[in-house]
């Protein structure tokens, strides 16, 4: 530093610009590089960013929650640990595919060949259609093509942003959910989930989207309030007609059973007989589940294959048999079940074939008035249903083959271990652990993980041929480690050559992929190098820290947690760290569903990058924040901040040193650094306990105290030539001392103002300066300091106001000088306040300056000088 001013301070320093100068500047110098070499597992801080899904743009509530990670990241590196901060780009899964579809105009059709050059209808998408037949289709492969073409720019893209916001990753240390790697770490993990039993392929019952035709995992589901009506049918009993209210006739040639508790009188001597169903005549069997709801409806239920989970509960529970009557186009399906027998039954079933569930309810109601065995009209309600949380339609629940990993809801050994771990992990904030209890606690099936989509990672298994040509699915072919990765679709089985791929003898490969969240599940394993790179694995795992929203802690927290416990039986971090959600003015969340989402873009334009991660760093984690893009008072505020610190570190550098040895002397230069010691100690505690916005709070009421009061207190001394050497150069000393420690306090919130300021005096970055302990490690400060009152700077702070104000009163200018000024406080507060007598002389222009004890802190007494006023 500097004893007079450096000639690199601009004339007026602006923040336009700055995100520009210095995300080059970090570049060029490697300032945010992970060094693998500087130091063992203890030296390091290890994050697992979350990688953003790399279709369409980012949104408001992405720079929130990545500034979060973001300042605990700066702090730890200045805190001396080599940090390490990859990012990555989440770009399998159906949110690719969609805005593939929509974007190029093209749909995918695996029955085509490969068309090389292929050119797409259009770019873009606007003002195209979206309907799938008016969409052009194409191969498989075609279609692969263009989901890694517009990945590829949508990373671009999300890459600028991120490095606008200043965002400290390692740029070096990306990776993709869809690239070799990940693949193969991927398809590794599933093979080592199969060699130890944890992964398995059955024919169960399944959660379907019919829109996207695919499978859907317990956690990718959400309920949405529904109209539905119940219907009130007559099944035939033995001793006359037994009564059920359903929503949902349409499932009336699936039922397999009537279901009552097992502790309902009414219900007691009809349980083991048995009931024919309406309009179809099947003979159903009456049986007792402590599932079924005495107080819903008649309090007797149909059990149908299959209208909801409790069905597939009861089936499993009761050893019911099937029968399918939704296929996987949602439609119901031509052949009847084969309980219809009767000539009356199979002729009302054909007039449901081939029919949407919505149309099939309409005919279906229609058939059993005029059978009269429906009574009185439909009965309107209100009910959740369950839908894919991508989808816009209710979930159907269909009979197909998919592949599986164990989760605990059958495993009460893994199940326990996975809340032991999640004991171990300390949450911030501590309460959005319930949520990740209340999951485990809840789970009611195997995670299902394979996915009949196109872009993902495909599951690395073949199926051999008989005879007849039929595949053998309990006899899988796995692919060998040493493969991968591979894709069955184009590859052959081990042992096989493509020409006997689809004939007899031969093989098939499987076409499905994984769900979006197997992959993600490992991206400790694929950031980290696992099974790549062992040093740098050994060196970042397990990760100290994963950063994530509420919303996926049932899917991404859980399922990475899983996968870790699967592999080596231990936490893959050791703290987690969920935000808050964005909201919009009248508190609702913003999804691109409601169509309130904010893109950050013009934002961050418009207001500065600086003014923007103020807004994010202002809220704790686990806390819900509004914006408010019309009057975004925070951000607004944050703007206001940045430039203040410009200005005042200008103020502050304008003061010249006098020549000498000097120190810290005077009683309100000490007292403001002591005070301003009291904040490093909150500020690194906070961060510590993660939390970034005590931190930030803290610092900045004390930033605006040191300019409203401690420098409007000091600047004729630190100015004035008149002024003994010795108290002029206290003030320069102390206000280059508080300068430079809140510019660290400040670096991990607003890096660019702040690294701009620092470069004005300093070599190096700020952002790997290392993080302030204490004021007395300045130039000039003594370590040992000098007895002194802490409450001394609140005081003449106090007073200031007063004499302030006493001016305002008497319509007089700040300048305007004072012949004579009498401030009351009470004895022991005075004590401490004449220390700053010259001070407050100086800055009040007074000449004659008493004090005297007073019940409170009060300017009482103010005479101007002679024609002062005129």
Not at 19 to 28: I, N, T, V
Not at 274 to 303: C, N, W, Y
Not at 468 to 494: C, E, R, W, Y
Not at 513 to 534: H, I, N
């Amino acid at each position: 530093m500097t004893d007079s001013v450096p000639s690199s301070i601009p004339a007026k320093p602006v923040l336009e610009g700055l995100e520009e100068k210095w995300a080059e500047a970090w570049d060029a110098q490697g300032t945010y590089l992970f060094d693998r070499d500087a130091a063992k597992r203890e030296g390091v801080y290890s994050i697992d960013t979350p990688p953003p899904t790399a279709s369409g743009s980012l949104h408001i509530g992405h720079v929130f929650s990545y500034t979060h990670t973001d300042v605990i990241a700066r702090f730890q590196r200045m805190r001396g640990k080599s940090v390490f901060y990859p990012i990555g780009w989440d770009d399998n899964g159906l949110p690719t595919e969609r805005r593939v579809q929509n974007y190029y105009g093209v749909r995918c059709d695996p029955s085509l060949p490969y068309e090389a050059d292929f050119t797409p209808p259009f770019e873009g998408g606007d003002n195209k259609s979206s309907k799938a037949a008016d969409q052009k289709p194409v191969s498989r492969r075609n279609f692969i093509e263009l989901c890694e073409r517009l990945t590829v720019e949508d990373e671009k893209q999300f890459e600028l942003l991120w490095r606008e916001l200043g965002l400290s990753v390692d740029w070096t240390q990306t990776y993709r959910t869809i690239g070799d790697e990940s693949l193969r770490a991927s398809q590794l993990a599933f093979l080592g989930n199969v060699e130890r039993g944890e992964a398995y392929q059955a024919m169960a019952p399944t959660l379907w989207d019919v829109t996207f035709r695919t499978a859907v995992a317990q956690a990718e589901l959400e309920d949405k309030e529904q109209p539905s009506a119940y219907h009130r049918l007559a099944f035939h009993g033995p001793a006359g007609d037994i009564f059920i209210e359903t929503t949902r006739p349409e499932l009336l040639p699936a039922c397999v059973a009537l279901v009552a508790h097992p502790d309902d009188p009414r219900y007691a001597d009809l349980v083991g007989t048995t009931v024919r169903s309406p309009l179809f005549d099947v003979e159903l069997p009456v049986v007792a589940h402590h599932l079924a709801q005495q107080d819903k409806g008649s309090g007797i239920a149909m059990i149908c294959t299959f209208g909801d989970l409790t069905d597939v509960i009861w089936w499993r529970d009761l050893d019911l048999p099937i029968r399918a009557v939704i296929g996987f186009d949602g439609r119901i399906v031509s052949d009847a079940p084969l309980a219809i027998t009767s000539e009356a039954g199979k002729a009302a079933y054909a007039q449901l074939a081939g029919k949407t569930v919505f149309s099939a309810k309409q005919t279906i109601v229609e058939l059993l008035r005029e059978s009269g065995e429906m009574i009185g009209d439909p009965r309107p309600i209100m009910h959740p249903v369950k839908f894919f949380e991508k989808g816009d339609k209710p979930l159907e629940i269909v009979s197909t083959r998919q592949w599986y990993i164990t989760n605990g809801a059958r495993n009460e050994e893994l199940r326990s271990r996975l809340l032991e771990l999640g004991n171990e992990i300390s949450w911030h904030p501590e309460f959005m652990k319930v949520r990740f209890d209340n999951w485990v606690g809840g789970l009611t099936g195997d995670w299902l993980i394979s996915r009949q989509r196109f872009f993902g990672v495909p599951l690395p298994v073949w199926y051999p041929l008989d005879a007849d040509g039929n595949p053998v699915f309990d006899q899988p072919i796995f692919a060998d480690a040493s493969s991968l990765p591979v894709d069955p679709s184009s590859d052959a089985a081990p042992g096989y050559d493509e020409s006997q791929r689809g004939v007899a003898g031969g093989f098939q490969g499987e076409v499905d992929v994984m769900d979006t969240w197997a992959t993600s599940s490992l991206t400790p394993q694929l950031a980290g190098g696992w099974k790549r790179d062992e040093d740098l694995f050994e060196r970042v795992y397990p990760f100290d820290l994963r950063p994530q929203g509420q919303d996926i802690i049932r899917t991404w927290l859980f399922s990475t947690l899983l996968r870790a416990t699967l592999e080596d039986n231990e936490k893959p971090w050791k703290h987690a760290a969920v935000s808050g959600f964005i909201v919009d003015p009248d508190r609702k969340k913003m999804s691109k569903s409601k169509g309130n989402v904010v893109t950050p873009a013009d934002v961050l334009k418009q207001h500065g990058s600086d003014a923007v991660r103020y807004w994010a760093a202002s809220s704790r984690l686990g806390t819900d924040a509004a914006f408010d893009p019309q009057n975004p008072t925070q951000i607004k505020i944050g703007r206001r901040l940045a430039i203040k610190i410009l200005n005042a570190a200008k103020f502050v550098y304008g003061f010249e040193l006098p020549a000498g040895d000097h120190a810290v002397t005077h009683p309100i230069d000490l007292s403001m650094l002591t005070s301003l010691d009291a904040v490093i100690a909150t500020a690194t505690e906070a961060f510590a306990n993660y939390d970034h916005a005590r931190a930030l709070e803290t610092t900045e009421s004390f930033f605006w105290t040191f300019c409203d009061d401690y420098l409007e207190l000091v600047k004729e001394r630190a100015y004035s030539e008149a002024t003994e050497p010795a108290a002029r150069a206290s003030a320069v000393l102390a206000l280059r001392a508080a300068t430079d420690v809140m510019l660290r306090l400040f670096a991990p919130f607003l890096p660019f103002a702040t690294e701009e300021v620092w470069s004005w005096t300093h070599e190096g970055s700020v952002h790997v300066a290392s993080w302030p302990t204490t004021t007395r490690d300045a130039a000039g400060v003594p370590a040992d300091g000098i007895p002194s009152n802490e409450s001394l700077l609140h005081l003449s702070g106090q007073a200031l106001i007063g004499i302030r104000r006493a001016k305002t009163d008497a319509k007089a200018s700040q300048k305007t000088p004072v012949a004579s000024a009498v401030i009351a406080a009470p004895a022991e507060a005075l004590e401490v306040l004449e220390r700053a007598s010259d001070d407050l002389r100086a800055v009040g222009k007074i000449e004659n300056l008493t004090f005297r004890v007073g019940t409170e802190l009060a300017v009482e007494e103010i005479v101007f000088a002679p024609d002062s006023l005129s």
